[in-house]
C-alpha cells in the first residue's frame, strides 16, 4: 500500500513543479518580470493583451507575421476577448487574395474572422530582400521558441543601448545588450509615444514592450489558461483519488490484521 501511494504523492509532486524547456542561456541576466500568465494559476491581462495587439498592428506587422493565428481567434475565450462586431471589423481592414471567380482570375477582398493574419511579404525571398538581407522571423511561436521566453523577448525590446567605447558595428547594425554577440540587425522599433492606446495607457517604451510580449505569449500560447484550468482539476482529482485510496487501503488491511 506505501509504494502505491508513494507513486501517486510522486505523481502530484510533479504536477506542481512549474516546469521551464528552454535551454540554457549564454547571457541570463533577463529582466525579470512578474507576468500574470506565470504559474499554475497564470491568466493573461484582457487589457494587455487588446493593448499588445495594437502594438503588433501598427508597429511589428510591417515586418513580421503570426501566421499561425486567425482572426477569429482575437474573440475567443482565454485570449484579447474582442466582441465579435469588434474582431470582424479588424478583419475588414485587411485584405487577402481569393479566387478564382467566374471568370478564372483571383481577386482580392476584405479579410474574415476564418482567415489568417494577413502576412506582410508574400514570401522569404521577398521578406528577406525588403531587409537587407536579414528575415524578420515569424512572431507565432516566438516567445517559446527563444530561450528566455517572455522575459527574453521584453528585455531585448528594451535592450537598445549605444555601443560601449571601442565597440564598431557596421551598417545597419545596432548595439542590444539582451541580443547574441549584442548586435542585431532590427532598430529599436518603439519609442516613447510611438502609438495611442484607446483605453488612454500612457503609451511609454516600458509599456508597450510589456504587452506586445503579453500578446505574443498568447500567440504562442492561446489555449495556456485552458491547460491550466485542466492542470488544477487534475490535481484536484489526484488529491481525492490519494485520499480515498489511502482509506480504502487502510480499511482492507485493518480486515486482514483482524482476521489473523
Not at 32 to 52: E, H, I, P, Y
Not at 136 to 161: F, H, N, Q, W
Request: glycine share 8%.
Amino acid at each position: 500500500m506505501s509504494g502505491l501511494l508513494n507513486k501517486i504523492f510522486f505523481i502530484i509532486f510533479l504536477s506542481l513543479i512549474p516546469f521551464k524547456v528552454f535551454s540554457e542561456e549564454k547571457n541570463s541576466n533577463f529582466i525579470k518580470t512578474n507576468w500574470t500568465f506565470s504559474g499554475l494559476f497564470g491568466t493573461f491581462d484582457r487589457a494587455s493583451l487588446q493593448r499588445g495587439y495594437q502594438v503588433y498592428t501598427e508597429v511589428c506587422s510591417g515586418c513580421h507575421s503570426v501566421q499561425h493565428l486567425s482572426y477569429r481567434n482575437l474573440k475567443e475565450k482565454g485570449g484579447p476577448e474582442f466582441s465579435e462586431e469588434e474582431a470582424k471589423l479588424i478583419a475588414s481592414q485587411f485584405e487577402v487574395e481569393d479566387g478564382p471567380n467566374s471568370d478564372g482570375e483571383m481577386f482580392m477582398r476584405p479579410a474574415r474572422l476564418s482567415d489568417k493574419f494577413v502576412k506582410p511579404y508574400p514570401n522569404v525571398e521577398s521578406s528577406t530582400a525588403a531587409n537587407g538581407g536579414a528575415y524578420p522571423p515569424d512572431m507565432s511561436v516566438l516567445v517559446k521558441a527563444r530561450a528566455g521566453g517572455a522575459d527574453y523577448i521584453y528585455s531585448l525590446l528594451l535592450g537598445y543601448e549605444d555601443p560601449p567605447s571601442g565597440m564598431t558595428l557596421d551598417d545597419g547594425v545596432y548595439y542590444n545588450k539582451y541580443m547574441y554577440g549584442n548586435q542585431i540587425k532590427m532598430s529599436a522599433p518603439l519609442s516613447e509615444g510611438l502609438i495611442e492606446y484607446g483605453d488612454g495607457t500612457v503609451a511609454s517604451v516600458e509599456q508597450m514592450s510589456k504587452d506586445v510580449t503579453t500578446f505574443l505569449m498568447w500567440a504562442a500560447e492561446p489555449h495556456l489558461e485552458t491547460r491550466h484550468r485542466m492542470g488544477f482539476k487534475a490535481i484536484v482529482y489526484l488529491i481525492i483519488l490519494t485520499i480515498l485510496v489511502y482509506f480504502s487501503m487502510k480499511k482492507i488491511w485493518s480486515r486482514v490484521e483482524t482476521e489473523v
